[in-house]
């Protein structure tokens, strides 16, 4: 990094943490476009490779401004974590690769957070790759949403203003909205905020971890809101349909349940029912086995300890000490 005596010491203003299991395809437009977005802003761009693609390589021919670091993968949770110990700024973008940013710039949304102090996490506007609109406003699982959700409950225009986790309704999306919890896709969180309540709980290998990180949040006092002044396009990697991935995803929401409820029991039948419901499409049938035997499809089981022993706390001097930068 340069450091050295003499060095002046600087706080960037927004660290970006892009974690890419071989998403090198993705990197050009992600990269390109964030660095047209960012107007004045001092950026620390972190891309994590935890594949086999040689994401890295690629970034540090093409984007020399951007830092990387290669890990093991051990999650998507744990790649940002590995990025957040090195980051020194006032806020912490965790941003998809597969993602492009389409409208608005990233110094005009942290200039509104400048002067919105107890957001603590901000999603912006999202679409998908055909530019539909992508419903990325969140309300926290529930037994009732995910009843809502498994009978198209959702769906019914007077419901769906109270049922389901996603909020369905365009108008939300135009506006300031405040949610649950929003898309891991595009965070933006705010320092102080990370050091409450720390990085991403690694037992979540993929999924759920920002639905975990939002609660923690909004436990801890801090406001968790859509602001609509970006729009970003989210291809979505096509295995996120897959059997293995739904299968995933089916036991990440267990692990919430088992971490934040009182009663898992009623919250597994509504699963149970969702994925029987759907069970003529090979992904339902693979979620529905997972929710069934409650065991992880993709990684290791990891012991349910208590959560200080597993979720990285703020990581202290990475998050309250400066680093030095050489001049350029």
Known sequence: MGAGLGVDRVMDDVCVIIVSHNGKRWLDAVLGSLYASAGSLDLDVVVVDNGSDGSAAYVEERFPRARTIVCANRGFGAANNAALATADARYVLFLNPDTEF????LEGLVAALDRR?????????????????APSIRRFPSTLNMLAEALAIERIPLLRRFLGERVLAPSAYERETPCDWTSGSFMLVRREALADVGGFDERFFLFSEETDLCRRLKDAGWDVAHLPLITIRHFESERSATPPMEA???YARLQFA?????RVAPYRLAMALRYTLRARREAGRAALETVLKDEPPLAAPVALAPPQATIVSAPGAALSSTRSRSPM
């Open 248 to 250: 995933q995803a089916a």
């Open 117 to 133: 102090p107890r957001i603590g996490l901000a999603g912006v506007r999202q679409v998908g790759g055909g530019g539909e609109l």
């Open 102 to 105: 389409l409208a608005g710039n």
């Open 258 to 262: 088992h971490k934040h409820f009182a």
